[in-house]
């Protein structure tokens, strides 16, 4: 009843950035949360920042004071900020959105050369 639609991925050098888009459609009144999670090679999927309905913010350890996660006032919309990123960011982002169940993207490549 959520589907999401990930844009932003790509390719940069190391200290570059980049910024995420993921869109909600269908019973987004039902979503209480939206974020993205991560999986680089070898590596379990990880949280790496979240945003409620209510503007609360939760960050990796990891991604704190380089990432910023918005939205728009609908929880339909969410933005990821990525700056001063590092070959160790590489990996496969997941917007993710969080109702009754979790709804998630299809991934997108983040790739951060040395």
């Known amino acids: 009843q959520v589907q999401l639609v990930e844009s932003g991925g790509g390719l940069v050098q190391a200290g570059g950035s980049l910024r995420f888009s993921c869109a909600a459609s269908?019973?987004?009144?039902?979503?209480?949360?939206m974020g993205w999670y991560r999986q680089a090679p070898g590596k379990q999927r990880e949280l790496v920042a979240v945003i409620n309905r209510g503007g609360s913010t939760n960050y990796a350890d990891s991604v704190k004071g380089r990432f910023t996660i918005s939205r728009v006032s609908a929880m339909n919309w969410v933005y990821l900020q990525m700056n001063s990123l590092n070959p160790e960011d590489t990996a496969i982002y997941y917007c993710?959105?969080?109702?009754?169940?979790?709804?998630w993207g299809k991934g997108t490549l983040v790739t951060v050369s040395s």
């Open positions: 269908g019973m987004v009144f039902s979503i209480d949360a």
């Open positions: 993710n959105a969080q109702g009754a169940i979790h709804y």
